[in-house]
């Protein structure tokens, strides 16, 4: 299995090794399940932009109010 090694300051270090003993967890799973959250949280993200910018064109049609005047169709400003 392929692995990493990782530099950290002694303060850093310290801070992960504090992280880590808060979660339970032991120092390599809390690095391990780190990075498989940020992973899980960016491809997140990327769902949850892609659904709202298929929805954009339905709720600024719902709610013509709602949409910025910079991004207005007919260029007019809501009073």
Known sequence: M???NVTFTEEE???VRA???ADGKSLKQYLHDLGVR????RQFVAGATA???RLRGEFDDAFPD???PAERRD???AA
């Open 75 to 77: 260029g007019s400003a």
């Open 13 to 15: 270090l310290e801070g």
């Open 51 to 53: 659904w709202a910018d």
């Open 2 to 4: 392929p692995s990493l």
């Open 66 to 68: 709602e949409v910025p």
């Open 38 to 41: 940020e992973m899980q949280r």
């Open 19 to 21: 992280a880590a003993a």
